[in-house]
């Protein structure tokens, strides 16, 4: 069983900075694949960056290529989302979650994670 928390949201400027974190607990966290996923008002879950269980493969969406970078310390069992030159359509719910098998490819597959944490919220007004 693993359990995950996300901190880090808030409301930046167009262009701004920040950097989401997620912590994850349980004996087997450090062997599983994770991703971030984003949901706005009115809009399905989407992937947008997740990463293998030894950080060597990541993906990305073309929405948030180039401005965002998945990274993840296992030492610290934590994920991070580095968030550069933010947008008012990255408004939204943030996600962190961990895949539902061991040692697997990070296909950012909504399906394929089961553990979830209870989202962070990032606003960027237009």
Same mark, same amino acid.
């Given at each position: @069983? !693993? @359990?995950?928390?996300? $901190?880090?949201? %808030?409301? !930046?400027?167009?262009?701004? $900075?920040?950097? =989401?974190?997620? *912590?994850? $607990? %349980?004996? *087997?966290?450090?062997?599983?694949? +994770? %991703? &971030?996923?984003?949901?706005? #008002? %009115?809009?399905?879950?989407?992937?947008?960056?997740?990463?293998? &269980?030894?950080?060597?493969? @990541?993906?990305?969406?073309?929405? !948030?290529?180039?401005?965002? *970078?998945?990274?993840?310390?296992?030492?610290?069992? *934590? =994920?991070? =989302?580095?968030?550069?030159?933010?947008? #008012?359509?990255?408004?939204? +719910?943030?996600?962190?979650?961990?895949?539902?098998? =061991?040692?697997?490819?990070?296909?950012?597959?909504?399906?394929?994670?089961?553990? &979830?944490?209870?989202?962070?919220?990032?606003? !960027? #007004?237009?």
């Amino acid at each position: @069983q !693993v @359990q995950v928390v996300e $901190s880090g949201g %808030g409301l !930046v400027q167009a262009g701004g $900075s920040l950097r =989401l974190s997620c *912590t994850a $607990s %349980g004996s *087997t966290a450090g062997a599983r694949a +994770m %991703g &971030w996923f984003r949901q706005a #008002p %009115g809009k399905e879950r989407e992937g947008i960056s997740c990463i293998g &269980w030894s950080g060597g493969n @990541q993906y990305y969406a073309d929405s !948030v290529k180039g401005r965002f *970078t998945i990274s993840r310390d296992n030492a610290r069992n *934590t =994920l991070y =989302l580095q968030m550069n030159n933010l947008k #008012p359509e990255d408004t939204a +719910m943030y996600y962190c979650a961990a895949h539902s098998q =061991l040692y697997t490819f990070p296909y950012c597959e909504r399906e394929r994670f089961s553990y &979830w944490g209870q989202g962070t919220q990032v606003t !960027v #007004p237009s």
